[in-house]
């Protein structure tokens, strides 16, 4: 079975801090990807990367960054922890760059205080 | 830009009932189509998915069919079970702006919750 495995489950954090959230996929997919799960607002797309260096900015990118410096692992970063960036975090990947079957990862309830 | 509008919920079945929750979309392409559900505390997964118009996926007695003429994929299943209770998402699958990579795009989620 394809695993994507997110480093934490729950995070609390301070505000100001650097934030590392890890994600990592261990079927040589392609497309990896990091979302938010907000209630009433669904998933919003933060980033995603098709190869390794590669990124693009989703529908909600601003406060984050992310670093996929190996095909397996994609980690999204929150530069400076605001208490708006409260939320459910979730990473997926899929085989192929055109998205046939993406799988998630358990995501991260990340609460910044 | 793309975009998937769903049913609002939450939804409260009763055992056995029938299930229908709408969903459309707006695509620039031509898009994949899915069904992920996502049960309390977990990640999500793929319930079902159709690749092109007139299609139709199904898995653990959930349909949904392609519907190019209405842009729509509704999803259904004959009769719940209380194990059905968790939060259904729409989603497609197209170029994202027309980069030439792919991203998926979800609907906002609908709460099914069964009760016996």
């Known amino acids: 079975d394809v695993k994507v495995t997110q480093s934490s489950r729950y995070l609390v954090k301070r505000t100001g801090e650097k934030v590392f959230l890890e994600c990592v996929q261990d079927?040589?997919?392609?497309?990896m990807f990091w979302y938010r799960q907000d209630p009433g607002l669904g998933l919003r797309l933060i980033y995603f990367?098709?190869?390794?260096?590669?990124?693009e900015k989703g529908d909600i990118p601003e406060g984050y960054s992310v670093s996929r410096e190996k095909k397996e692992r994609f980690s999204l970063i929150l530069e400076s922890a605001s208490t708006n960036q409260t939320s459910m975090y979730l990473c997926?990947?899929?085989?192929?760059?055109?998205?046939?079957?993406?799988?998630f990862g358990q995501g991260t309830r990340l609460t910044v205080v | 830009g793309n975009s998937v509008t769903q049913m609002e919920g939450p939804v409260t079945l009763s055992e056995e009932a029938f299930l229908t929750i709408n969903c459309t979309y707006t695509?620039?392409?031509?898009?994949?189509l899915f069904w992920y559900v996502q049960y309390p505390g977990e990640g999500l997964q793929l319930l079902l998915k159709?690749?092109?118009?007139?299609d139709k996926g199904s898995n653990k007695g959930f349909e949904a069919t392609y519907r190019k003429e209405t842009t729509s994929f509704h999803l259904e299943k004959g009769s719940v079970q209380v194990s059905d209770s968790a939060v259904y998402f729409c989603?497609?699958?197209?170029?994202?702006?027309?980069?030439?990579?792919?991203?998926?795009?979800f609907g906002k989620g609908t709460k099914l919750s069964v009760i016996p």
């Open positions: 159709a690749t092109k118009a007139d």
């Open positions: 997926a990947s899929d085989r192929t760059q055109s998205v046939t079957e993406a799988f």
């Open positions: 990367s098709y190869d390794v260096k590669m990124k």
């Open positions: 695509a620039t392409g031509y898009p994949s």
């Open positions: 079927m040589d997919h392609e497309n």
């Open positions: 989603a497609l699958s197209d170029q994202y702006s027309g980069a030439g990579s792919y991203q998926l795009t």
